[in-house]
């Protein structure tokens, strides 16, 4: 079955710091890749997706690309500001169903 | 995009009630989903909403607890049926936009039974 393992949290930076989150993923064919973010006290936000090999999103300064040879799609952020302090979520879907798995799910704070 | 409202946004239950939450989507939507996300945890599909037929139950999650209702295109009901403390979870409702290309969450619903 479709699965997604996330770095494990939680990280914490210093204002300005470069930020990354693994996320690599088990499945079969050809899936969707998604970015959420659940800031503190709030819902789940769509922060940028992937819809096919060698795709990058790219949102709020935060970018990852969807590499099939090693079924990853890690995000970055070269300058992370406290308002990135949040929960951030790796997931998948199938182009079929759209059922989402979701990885763990990676803490992030960000001190100033 | 989609904006999609639920209600109630939190709520503390009795245990042994039954609480309803509603899924309001502002505009057509193909496919809508219910999630649970329990405290600390990841989220987890419960059911994909089907219009005007029975939901589509993922392993471990049945009807009898989780009755699910879509009678129109932009509508959608999780009923927690029979609640106990283990059932204290956000409970989000997602949607799939018309293009197919994105899927959209609420803000979800805060539950915690005592």
């Known amino acids: 079955g479709n699965s997604v393992t996330q770095m494990e949290g939680p990280v914490t930076l210093s204002e300005e710091a470069f930020l990354t989150i693994n996320c690599t993923y088990t499945a079969t064919g050809y899936p969707s890749l998604f970015w959420y973010v659940q800031y503190p006290g709030e819902g789940l936000q769509l922060l940028l997706k992937?819809?096919?090999?060698?795709d990058k999103g790219s949102n709020k300064g935060f970018e990852a690309t969807y590499r099939k040879e090693t079924t990853s799609f890690h995000l970055e952020k070269g300058s992370v500001q406290v308002s990135d302090s949040a929960v951030y979520f790796c997931a998948l879907s199938k182009s079929n169903d759209y059922k989402l798995s979701f990885g763990a799910g990676t803490t992030v704070t960000v001190r100033a | 995009s989609a904006v999609i409202s639920q209600k109630p946004s939190r709520d503390i239950c009795q245990r042994g009630t039954s609480l309803t939450i509603q899924c309001q989507v502002d505009?057509?939507?193909?496919?809508m989903f219910w999630y649970r996300q329990q405290p600390g945890q990841s989220l987890t599909l419960i059911a994909t909403?089907?219009?005007?037929?029975?939901?589509?139950?993922e392993s471990g999650f049945v009807i009898d607890k989780f009755p699910i209702s879509r009678p129109n295109l932009t509508f959608s009901t999780l009923t927690v049926s029979n609640m106990s403390p283990e059932d204290s979870s956000i409970y989000l409702c997602?949607?799939?936009?018309?293009?197919?290309?994105?899927?959209?969450f609420g803000e979800g619903s805060w539950l915690t039974v005592v």
């Open positions: 997602s949607a799939l936009d018309r293009a197919g290309n994105t899927i959209y």
């Open positions: 909403a089907n219009q005007g037929s029975e939901a589509t139950y």
């Open positions: 505009s057509q939507v193909t496919m």
């Open positions: 992937a819809t096919k090999a060698d």
